[in-house]
């Protein structure tokens, strides 16, 4: 029963993300700029605590996040009729990092692939509850997490306070 479910939760999530990439390449193409696709969820923490995250912990969350996406991209590939083999040699740059915002740790993971798809995600404890948020784009363009669509959703999924915004100083007008 459990693998049946575990089946359909990927299979729903691979639907999801299809039909995703098919409204992006629509909005694409009649904006000119590559739709943001921003998802918040709660999981189960399995034991896991706010002081778990750690340097070394998002560290092994980075390497995971390797795999994970690699196996996302297999997938897409076999789906689209290419070779799974393919996404074996993509070029995947990571980085990650453990950041304490508003007294709250965030342990974050930013993934680049060959420079066209990049994927942040956030994972943190709210109410001792553990929550993920997942940002994609496709498009070189660096993802913030603390404006735009990926910043509302982090900043909701965390009871975050939005950061202030500051007025850009105009160097041709004097100051009154």
Same mark, same amino acid.
């Given at each position: 029963?459990?693998?049946?479910?575990?089946?359909?939760?990927?299979?729903?999530?691979?639907?999801?993300?299809?039909?995703?990439?098919?409204?992006?390449?629509?909005?694409?193409?009649?904006?000119?700029?590559?739709?943001?696709?921003?998802?918040?969820? $709660?999981?189960?923490?399995?034991?896991? +605590? =706010? @002081?778990? *995250?750690?340097?070394?912990?998002?560290? #092994? !969350?980075?390497?995971?996040?390797?795999?994970?996406?690699?196996?996302?991209?297999?997938?897409?590939?076999?789906?689209?009729?290419?070779?799974?083999?393919? $996404?074996?040699?993509?070029?995947?740059? +990571? =980085? @990650?990092? *453990?950041?304490?915002?508003?007294?709250? #740790? !965030?342990?974050?993971?930013?993934?680049?692939?060959?420079?066209?798809?990049?994927?942040?995600?956030?994972?943190?404890?709210?109410?001792?509850?553990?929550?993920?948020?997942?940002?994609?784009?496709?498009?070189?363009?660096?993802?913030?997490?603390?404006?735009?669509?990926?910043?509302?959703?982090?900043?909701?999924?965390?009871?975050?306070?939005?950061?202030?915004?500051?007025?850009?100083?105009?160097?041709?007008?004097?100051?009154?």
């Amino acid at each position: 029963m459990k693998a049946r479910r575990i089946r359909s939760r990927a299979v729903l999530r691979l639907v999801l993300c299809c039909a995703w990439l098919a409204a992006a390449t629509t909005a694409q193409a009649q904006t000119g700029e590559a739709p943001l696709f921003a998802i918040a969820r $709660a999981e189960e923490a399995g034991g896991l +605590t =706010e @002081s778990d *995250l750690t340097p070394d912990f998002v560290a #092994r !969350l980075e390497a995971g996040a390797v795999g994970a996406l690699r196996d996302k991209i297999s997938t897409a590939l076999t789906v689209t009729g290419r070779n799974a083999w393919e $996404a074996r040699d993509l070029m995947i740059a +990571t =980085e @990650s990092m *453990l950041l304490v915002v508003q007294g709250k #740790r !965030l342990a974050v993971v930013q993934a680049s692939v060959i420079d066209r798809v990049r994927e942040v995600s956030v994972m943190g404890f709210r109410n001792g509850r553990l929550y993920k948020v997942a940002c994609m784009r496709e498009s070189s363009e660096d993802i913030s997490l603390f404006s735009g669509r990926c910043g509302r959703v982090v900043s909701r999924t965390f009871d975050l306070d939005p950061p202030a915004v500051q007025t850009p100083v105009d160097p041709f007008r004097p100051n009154h």
